[in-house]
């Protein structure tokens, strides 16, 4: 805890339900529970789980500038982006890599929030602001309250007027048990999902509300390290747990192109202008690595970091991995060498109690579709 200086006004909430409160971008976040992550994993893929994750940093931009000042440190186009409407989008670097990713709100025409997790996107957004009329307030009275999975619609339902109707990456302004808040239709999982923005002084009674009136619909708290098993299905990549800030490569320094991270999708067509535009449309083609998926013989999830070999030659490492109790499977996302990035690849994972046999496999891998999340109605 002392690195943390950002503080949850749930920790003793997380700390009743067994958690030490370890640090996640200089917050106390709830990575443990006195019980199994797996039944938080099948709650959230077949009912509800409600997780804390104000560990995500806050950024409100306002004023005349503020839609041009993203145009320059973000990859997206955001007059496509109208109030109640939401994207998201990467930030890179002068040499066009990677240096986070974070979810654009238009709140109003001249108001804007970014949300992002422990890279230099506060940074970056202080840095293109120099000489602009805009204002940049950090917001940790904010709380962020995610409620994730399919039955989440429907327990929001009996309380939110409108909510079948908000659509994918949209928000609304409303009130939850007489309380204001922002419902964003986002989340970090895969499912259907609602991340429930509110004030600090508000968070508990929401919190607790939800549990209890949840519970006969079977909905739990969940810790943020379930993420972790539910992103590796739904190819959801964690700053810097899949980069090279942690797995750098010899003799060069950190940072990955989107190409590398399969997040090229995230520069808007045509864009030019934004931070790294022209390192990253020539980066193209260029890629020493890609992101691509693992699935293991056998019911043991590999180890973090475990190394990958391909006929006797190390091709990559495996950034994260789990074993579904539901699909019976072991599976990861790894950093691997081009041409071993091929589906049915077979690879060797040498995990610290032995080798398993493995074969690549593209991402993701539930609901490669995003049926779910988007779902209507």
Not at 3 to 12: I, N
Not at 230 to 250: A, G, I
Request: hydrophobic content about 35%; some cysteine; proline content about 5%.
């Amino acid at each position: 805890m002392t690195a943390s200086w950002r503080f949850s006004t749930l920790a003793d909430r997380h700390r009743a339900l067994g958690s030490k409160l370890e640090d996640w971008s200089g917050m106390g976040t709830a990575w443990s529970y006195d019980k199994d992550a797996d039944e938080e994993y099948v709650a959230i893929r077949t009912k509800a789980g409600l997780m804390d994750v104000s560990g995500l940093k806050k950024v409100h931009v306002n004023g005349p500038h503020a839609s041009h000042l993203l145009d320059l440190a973000t990859t997206r186009d955001v007059e496509k982006i109208y109030p109640g409407k939401s994207a998201y989008a990467c930030m890179l670097n002068d040499a066009g890599k990677f240096t986070d990713d974070c979810i654009l709100y238009r709140i109003a025409p001249n108001s804007w929030m970014v949300v992002h997790g422990s890279g230099t996107g506060h940074e970056e957004l202080q840095r293109a602001a120099v000489g602009r009329d805009v204002s940049i307030r950090f917001d940790d009275n904010l709380h962020d309250l995610s409620l994730q999975g399919p039955t989440a619609v429907d327990y929001l339902a009996k309380h939110v007027p409108g909510i079948r109707d908000l659509n994918y990456f949209h928000h609304m302004h409303t009130r939850l048990f007489g309380l204001p808040v922002m419902i964003s239709r986002t989340g970090y999982t895969g499912e259907r999902g609602y991340e429930i923005f509110c004030r600090g002084q508000d968070a508990g009674t929401i919190w607790d509300t939800i549990l209890e009136e949840g519970k006969r619909d079977g909905i739990i708290p969940c810790r943020f390290t379930t993420l972790d098993m539910l992103r590796v299905e739904s190819y959801l990549l964690f700053y810097p747990y899949d980069n090279s800030q942690k797995y750098p490569f010899e003799n060069e320094g950190p940072g990955d192109t989107l190409w590398e991270l399969g997040l090229d999708f995230t520069v808007s067509p045509g864009k030019t202008g934004f931070r790294g535009a022209e390192e990253h449309y020539r980066l193209k083609g260029k890629e020493r690595f890609k992101i691509f998926g693992v699935l293991l013989e056998g019911d043991k999830p590999a180890d973090e970091g475990a190394p990958v070999y391909r006929d006797g030659k190390k091709v990559g490492v495996v950034t994260c991995a789990m074993y579904s109790p539901l699909v019976k499977k072991s599976m990861g996302i790894a950093r691997l060498d081009i041409d071993s990035a091929v589906a049915g690849t077979p690879l060797e994972i040498r995990n610290a109690g032995g080798a398993v046999k493995a074969t690549a496999q593209p991402l993701p891998f539930d609901d490669p579709k995003k049926l779910k999340r988007t779902a209507k109605g």
